[in-house]
């Protein structure tokens, strides 16, 4: 897979002569993804810098950036399954089924059970088609998604194919439910957690997200943006 820099990272030289690096970061909710890039090119001083798999701005955990020649290896780690700590919140919606967006829609959750509510997340187990957000980093025409959603746009979008490995329940109090999936790329865990809601009846909104891992990189082995500045 190539070297991957954790808690053991050198300094690099520059972008022609350097052969890059393989940074394990964890992101702090707030920051978008490109705002982590543009803090590590400011921290190492170089400019080819990218990231594999964008996280929402809200949302924390496992970021993997790339330097110098390694920005070609980018792809080789978006393909690779995801896992999420995932906290939602039952009985209130949102348009950008986060917490991102006010609620929009509040329903009843009175007589929802915790087995109603196990049995919803295990019924979303497995391969299934799944609809890209209007919140979302995704392109139709050349245009961002959340661009158009933030102009109050709704266009059509191209179902994508996805698979979920395992969602596993962690703690039910209503009206929170935590729990970890674990899935393909391409996955929108917020339109996963809206579509739950939906199946319940109650509708649903992410309240908080992490990603915990991709591939076999853990979060455990990242770097906060302090570290990297420390040792940078």
């Not at 970890?180 to 009846?201: F, H, P, Q």
Request: hydrophobic residues 40%; charged residues 30%.
């Amino acid at each position: 897979m190539g070297s991957v820099t954790g808690h053991q990272m050198t300094s690099p030289r520059s972008d022609e002569g350097d052969l890059g690096q393989v940074l394990l970061v964890r992101k702090p909710a707030g920051w978008t993804s490109f705002d982590v890039v543009r803090k590590v090119r400011r921290i190492l001083g170089v400019k080819k810098v990218g990231h594999s798999g964008t996280l929402d701005p809200m949302a924390t955990g496992l970021l993997i950036v790339c330097t110098g020649k390694k920005t070609r290896e980018v792809g080789r780690y978006q393909d690779l399954e995801k896992e999420y700590h995932v906290r939602m919140v039952l009985g209130a919606r949102t348009d950008s089924f986060d917490a991102e967006t006010p609620v929009t829609e509040q329903r009843s959750i009175e007589g929802i059970t915790e087995e109603q509510i196990r049995a919803a997340l295990r019924a979303f187990v497995g391969p299934q088609v799944q609809l890209p957000p209007m919140w979302s980093a995704a392109k139709v025409g050349g245009k961002r998604l959340y661009k158009l959603a933030r102009k109050g746009q709704v266009v059509e979008r191209k179902p994508r194919e996805i698979f979920i490995r395992a969602i596993t329940p962690a703690e039910i109090r209503l009206p929170e439910v935590a729990f970890t999936v674990v899935c393909s790329k391409g996955t929108y865990v917020r339109a996963l957690v809206n579509d739950i809601g939906e199946r319940l009846g109650c509708g649903a909104h992410v309240s908080a997200l992490e990603r915990t891992r991709i591939g076999e990189l853990k979060l455990n082995d990242a770097l906060s943006i302090d570290e990297l500045a420390a040792k940078g």
